[in-house]
């Protein structure tokens, strides 16, 4: 039997319009437009609602709109022609200039001119989804136009969304936070991590806030270390320009810190924006930053190499791929071991793995707890630990492992586990997914699950010093090499057996 928790919150945007740059892109193509498309027919848009898709390609509204039309079909399953009909009258396209400044004033008139058409009188937001470097441009000209002031209507507002990356080291994430600030307020700024945005994710804090059993142990006298590990089956495919400027571990850093502070921020006294944004700046403010004997001990990075199958053919290594120098020293995996030096978390050691290639796609976080003494049975010696896996993506579940008598007349014990499927009916698939949440609720002017500007200052300043040493002194942090669909260096692994654990 179920039992439905009498608690339901839901967030609902009012009338707006969007204006996406990058309309052209492929993430728009992929995510953004199914995303809008998804809510228009699950009925979550707003009442009164447009979007404005702008790129540099030279086409009309019409031409957009059927491309648009493929991308759904493509990209979203059974996208119904009524649907798609309804959704693309909503759509317009305008040829965007970013260099000229007239194209700032053209789009401030076009927009008026959608928002006298559509009854929404200046609630926008813009979303950049083009690449990194035109995102202050963007955004200095959309601040000369007027079109980030928030006046000119009752209940105006002006909000932008920005993809990852931002920055790519500490001083261009410092400069975009420092001129972005001349442009807009911080409470207009929504820094994208979808990581947050999943479902799996927010439900490590519902685990955490509304089951005693968890709450209470959840700290260093229960827990004996935390593992966070991401692994994806594709290499760069195709990316090449953008991850040999990153990396993995610049890639990848918000979405480990974003994770690593849902399962370890205390808990805030208010599940809205200031509440969580307070609770994750504390915990970071208490994260140990790894001196240069730190990264030399504690942190591994890898590239992989030629190896496994896919389809009957051996797979290129990344310095094999298009675009990708012969001699590129860029890490494609990353490994680490931090601390929190925090009331509940000294002396816990979190690692986290992240890398590209690897056997299977999945993002898992591991609580293992320490060893039971085994109490009237301490004779036995026990020999697993409680350990509660939580599956984020793709598999979404929850499995913890427990010690049990095993089934007989003798006194022996084994080691079962209990599974929770985070979806178990069918109506629980359909429900709006990460990049359907993040539109939502940046329409409705929620930041709780978006990333603060202080978070990118620490997130900076915590990487920073690594990839700094591995570039200036290789050889005291070499490059290790991976077979292709393999499971990382071995180094990793001896990450964790030097502590005598090992990964899950
Ligand atoms: N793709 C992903 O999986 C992914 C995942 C997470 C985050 N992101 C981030 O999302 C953003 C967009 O990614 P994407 O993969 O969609 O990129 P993309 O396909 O390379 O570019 C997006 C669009 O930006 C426009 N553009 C290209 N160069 C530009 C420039 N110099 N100035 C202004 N506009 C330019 C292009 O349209 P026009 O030529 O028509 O203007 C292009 O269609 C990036 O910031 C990326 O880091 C992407």
Redesign the pocket.
Do not use: M, N, V, W
């Given at each position: 039997m179920e039992h439905k928790v009498g608690f339901c919150i839901e967030t609902i945007p009012g009338d707006c319009g969007a204006v996406l740059?990058?309309?052209?892109?492929?993430?728009?193509?992929?995510?953004i437009l199914p995303a809008f498309f998804n809510l228009y027919r699950t009925k979550l848009l707003p009442r009164k609602f447009y979007l404005a898709a702008?790129?540099?390609?030279a086409m009309d509204t019409a031409a957009y709109r059927a491309s648009v039309k493929e991308k759904l079909k493509r990209f979203c399953g059974n996208a119904g022609e009524a649907d798609l009909a309804g959704f693309l009258e909503l759509v317009s396209y305008v040829k965007?200039d970013?260099d000229s400044p007239g194209f700032f004033t053209a789009l401030a008139a076009e927009l008026d001119r959608l928002d006298a058409g559509t009854g929404v009188f200046k609630r926008r937001f813009f979303y950049?989804?083009?690449?990194?470097?035109?995102?202050l441009?963007?955004a200095r000209r959309l601040k000369a136009a007027g079109l980030l002031d928030e006046t000119g209507a009752p209940g105006a507002w002006a909000r932008i969304l920005i993809?990852?990356?931002y920055g790519y080291n500490l001083a261009s994430a410092i400069e975009l936070d420092k001129e972005l600030a001349l442009n807009a307020g911080e409470e207009q700024v929504y820094r994208?991590d979808?990581y947050l945005m999943k479902e799996t994710i927010q439900n490590i804090l519902t685990l955490r806030s509304v089951n005693n059993i968890f709450e209470g142990t959840w700290n260093g006298r229960f827990i004996d270390n935390v593992q966070i590990t991401v692994f994806e089956d594709l290499g760069v495919e195709g990316?090449a320009d953008?991850f040999n400027t990153m990396g993995t571990a610049r890639d990848m850093l918000s979405h480990i810190f974003q994770m690593a502070a849902i399962v370890a921020m205390e808990l805030p006294a208010s599940f809205r924006d200031m509440g969580v944004k307070e609770a994750k700046a504390r915990l970071f403010s208490s994260v140990r930053k790894l001196s240069e004997e730190d990264i030399v001990k504690n942190t591994v990075r890898g590239q992989y190499g030629p190896g496994g199958k896919k389809a009957g053919a051996e797979l290129a290594g990344y310095r094999q791929g298009a675009g990708v120098t012969p001699d590129s020293d860029t890490e494609t995996f990353f490994a680490m071991k931090f601390y929190i030096d925090n009331e509940r978390w000294r002396g816990v050691p979190f690692y986290v793995r992240v890398g590209k290639r690897m056997p299977g796609k999945k993002t898992r976080i591991v609580i293992e707890y320490k060893k039971s003494d085994g109490g009237v049975f301490g004779f036995a010696g026990l020999d697993y630990t409680n350990v509660l896996h939580m599956n984020i993506q793709p598999e979404e579940s929850l499995i913890l492992s427990l010690n049990t008598k095993h089934p007989g007349p003798k006194l022996c014990f084994t080691r079962r586990d209990i599974k929770l499927n985070y979806r178990q009916h069918t109506e629980e698939y359909d429900v709006p997914g990460d990049y359907e949440r993040l539109l939502l609720d940046a329409m409705a002017g929620d930041q709780t699950l978006f990333v603060s500007s202080g978070d990118m200052n620490f997130m900076w300043n915590f990487i920073t010093p690594i990839v700094e040493l591995w570039r200036n002194r290789p050889e005291l942090a070499p490059l290790l090499f991976y077979p292709s669909l393999s499971a990382g260096p071995k180094e990793a692994g001896l990450l964790l057996k030097k502590d005598g654990r090992a990964w899950h």
């Open positions: 740059f990058g309309g052209t892109g492929d993430l728009a193509a992929r995510k702008c790129g540099r390609t965007a970013y950049l989804a083009t690449p990194p470097a035109s995102f441009q963007i993809e990852k990356p994208i979808h990316r953008y």
